[in-house]
């Protein structure tokens, strides 16, 4: 049991990892920096972040290859 524990903690740290690589967590570290922020504007939903962060990327495109 103890091996089969530590295999899914193991996958989980690569699973997070490569979300962090892919940029599949930006919604999830959006919210956690605006909570931290204690910012008074209520939080973007995940369509209106995805949205905006896409429109940002098109309009100042840095760093990307394609």
Known sequence: ?????????????VNKYFMGVLGADAYER????HSATRC???ALSVKEFWRDKNQRQDTNPEGRCC
């Open 1 to 13: 049991m103890e091996t089969l524990r530590r295999a899914a903690e193991m996958l989980a740290a």
């Open 30 to 33: 959006y919210l956690e920096h």
């Open 40 to 42: 008074e504007a209520p």
